[in-house]
């Protein structure tokens, strides 16, 4: 029950569903490019992607200083579903802005 809770929480926020719209779009990003897309600060930021991770949606790969994000694989029925309605909703979403093709990471 706990994590159904947790899921269902972590989709009650405009936010959080854009960053779930944006990683399913353009697939396994650092924060430092969610965070110069949105224009968003990185506590921020990592406080939304937390609670998708907590959520079930999302796993986090940690390279060096940079830590890259991407929906979880495999998904239960139920994630599917939701991802699948959120691609249903037609969220406008910012341009992806990359700072590490610079090597500016910020983190």
Sequence with gaps: MEIFLKTISSLNDETRIK???FLDTHGALCVCD?????????????????????????RVERCGTWAHYSIRSPLDKFRIEALAEIRSLGIELPPLKKSQQTGECKL
Excluded: T, V, Y
Aim: hydrophobic share 45%; aromatic share 8%.
């Design 19 to 21: 960053l779930l719209a």
């Design 34 to 58: 969610m965070q110069e897309s949105f224009g968003m600060i990185q506590s921020r930021l990592s406080r939304h992607l937390k609670i998708l991770k907590d959520g079930g949606f999302l």
